[in-house]
């Protein structure tokens, strides 16, 4: 792989689809915030969001195993979409109802 | 205080595969992100160790390595004795190991680490069952479940069918132990910060459901952890230097139903089968409550 991986573990790296065998590392050299393939393939469901009612209580944050949700500076979430794997746990644990699970690939943006 | 309202940002486990809604990898994640950097993680084989190494890549963001199945205590001990050899006193040794890694299979080598007083902290991420090798019954897992080895739903014969890791710890004289689970993060995030504090080996026994293996929805998770504790079936213990203390000592329980009625593992109790859960449970609330009396000389 040509991209290099992320200075800070918290930030994303955009993942980068290898196609020959020799775009691989000969040894696991990517750190964590790197992502080897994408989850999209592992979900049927996305979160859509709605931040008209959202209370910026960051806990769809807290509660998502793959940090796939990251918080911009007002508070506000977006789903990382090649790291979610549709679990779901960020809508059910919404206290405001502001996340629904939609159709994978449904625009979050109102 | 790190509290859900102050999480550090970093994330140290991030671009693993485990399974959608995993508990174990929330554990992972949020220990990671109280302790920081200046942390070395030992994961045994099991799920975190599979999910979390996978090539070219390695899901933690801080130095880790994989250990044997049975060596966790063993290595965490060799990491800390190798820290302390060479004069580094700010970095936390941590372990995270599933129910099977913690009360079959490495119980040896962590009583060992406990023995010798190692600064360490030790994570169990109860999963009640061995999860990675295909859901098979471990020590750690609780009346009625079914798993690949007990398909009919397992029926022990003893009052206590999950080991009791905190007493089991308690017993080695540490100085803290405590257990949590995944529905009250805050009291997680409290007692991971506790326990990196502590001089010596410190413990914790965490609640992390696994919706592969019980056969719950995978946004069931942070609910379970919430249920699971409600119905009085996970009590909240805290051990600190020899005193025993309940987080929560509610004076009635939420209906097992509440939390049995989600999974499809428990799907097979009877009626007459829940009245024995319910009265087991009964019953080690009681010995629970009797132990937190003695600790504190009444």
Redesign the interface.
């Known amino acids: 792989m040509t991209d290099t991986p992320p200075d800070q573990p918290c930030q994303l790296a955009p993942f980068a689809r290898s196609r020959q065998i020799d775009d691989w590392p000969p040894s696991p050299q990517r750190n964590s915030g790197a992502l080897a393939t994408s989850n999209r393939g592992w979900r049927i469901r996305w979160p859509v969001l709605d931040l008209a009612t959202c209370s910026r209580c960051g806990l769809c944050f807290l509660y998502c195993p793959d940090a796939a949700i990251l918080l911009s500076q007002e508070g506000y979430p977006t789903v990382a979409d090649d790291w979610c794997k549709g679990c779901g746990l960020c809508a059910a644990e919404c206290p405001k109802d502001s996340i629904r699970m939609g159709e994978d690939g449904e625009d979050t943006q109102p | 205080m790190i509290t859900?309202?102050n999480?550090p940002?970093?994330?140290?486990?991030?671009?693993?595969?485990?399974?959608?809604?995993?508990?174990g990898?929330?554990v992972v994640?949020w220990t990671l992100k109280v302790l920081g950097e200046r942390c070395i993680a030992v994961i045994p084989a099991g799920c975190m160790s599979a999910v979390g190494?996978?090539?070219?890549?390695?899901?933690?963001?801080?130095n880790a390595m994989i250990a044997p199945f049975a060596a966790t205590g063993a290595v965490l001990s060799g990491v800390a004795r190798g820290l302390k050899a060479r004069g580094i006193e700010d970095v936390t040794v941590v372990g995270f190991a599933g129910d099977g890694a913690t009360a079959d299979i490495g119980l040896q080598a962590l009583s060992g680490a406990f023995d010798r007083r190692e600064r360490m902290l030790y994570i169990c991420y109860d999963n009640e069952a061995y999860m990675n090798t295909g859901i098979q019954k471990s020590g750690a897992t609780p009346f009625g479940a079914r798993t690949t080895t007990s398909p009919g739903g397992y029926r022990p014969e003893t009052d206590a069918p999950k080991k009791d890791l905190i007493r089991i710890a308690a017993a080695h004289g540490i100085p803290y132990a405590a257990t949590a689970s995944v529905g009250y993060?805050n009291d997680f995030l409290k007692k991971v910060q506790k326990a990196a504090q502590v001089e010596g080996p410190s413990f914790l026994h965490v609640f992390a459901p696994c919706?592969t293996g019980w056969g719950c929805?995978?946004?069931?998770?942070?609910?379970l952890g919430k249920s699971v504790v409600d119905t009085g079936l996970w009590p909240l213990v805290e051990w600190e230097n020899g005193a025993v203390r309940l987080n929560r000592n509610p004076a009635r329980f939420a209906p097992l139903e509440t939390y049995t009625g989600e999974q499809a593992r428990f799907r097979r109790l009877t009626a007459a089968d829940l009245a024995d859960l319910e009265a087991t449970r009964d019953r080690q609330w009681r010995a629970l409550r009797a132990w937190v009396r003695e600790s504190a000389g009444m």
């Open positions: 859900i309202k999480l940002e970093p994330e140290y486990f991030v671009g693993h595969k485990a399974c959608g809604g995993c508990g990898s929330l994640r190494f996978i090539y070219p890549q390695m899901a933690l963001g801080v993060a919706p929805d995978a946004d069931s998770t942070v609910r």
